[in-house]
């Protein structure tokens, strides 16, 4: 409420003004700037391995959504096989809730998660 009334300017402006430059150094702005940076990691869209699709199956499907070569595709979808799951994609959290429902509308499983 205090700053309402500084509108005028004179020693109380200059005062609040070198409070709130002094407030810029401290530990808790460098926190927030930290949280900031922490909200902005990119996310990442999963898939998982499932009892269903055939493998080349998989790869094809890599191909057509994500564009990948046939090399990459087959690499994506051997991990899928071996370690159980892959990431496929990254980016903003709207362009991987995308990728997800396209890859549910082709029937494989998949997930997103901020990139670790």
């Given at each position: 409420?205090a700053?309402?009334?500084?509108?005028?300017?004179?020693?109380v402006?200059?005062?609040?003004?070198?409070?709130?430059?002094?407030?810029?150094?401290?530990?808790?702005?460098?926190?927030y700037t930290?949280?900031?940076?922490?909200?902005d990691?990119?996310?990442?869209?999963?898939?998982?391995?499932?009892?269903v699709?055939?493998?080349?199956?998989?790869?094809?499907?890599?191909?057509?959504?994500?564009?990948?070569?046939?090399?990459?595709?087959?690499?994506l979808?051997l991990?899928?096989?071996?370690?159980?799951?892959?990431?496929v994609?990254s980016?903003?959290?709207?362009?991987?809730?995308?990728?997800?429902?396209?890859?549910?509308?082709?029937?494989?499983?998949?997930?997103?998660?901020?990139?670790?």
């Amino acid at each position: 409420m205090a700053l309402c009334n500084i509108v005028g300017g004179g020693a109380v402006a200059d005062a609040v003004d070198a409070t709130l430059s002094a407030a810029q150094a401290t530990p808790e702005a460098v926190e927030y700037t930290e949280i900031l940076e922490a909200e902005d990691r990119p996310w990442v869209t999963v898939v998982w391995d499932d009892p269903v699709n055939l493998m080349h199956y998989v790869a094809y499907i890599f191909q057509k959504l994500f564009g990948y070569s046939k090399a990459k595709a087959t690499e994506l979808m051997l991990c899928v096989h071996n370690e159980g799951k892959a990431v496929v994609s990254s980016g903003s959290r709207d362009k991987m809730e995308h990728d997800v429902q396209r890859l549910h509308a082709a029937g494989l499983w998949a997930t997103m998660q901020r990139d670790d």
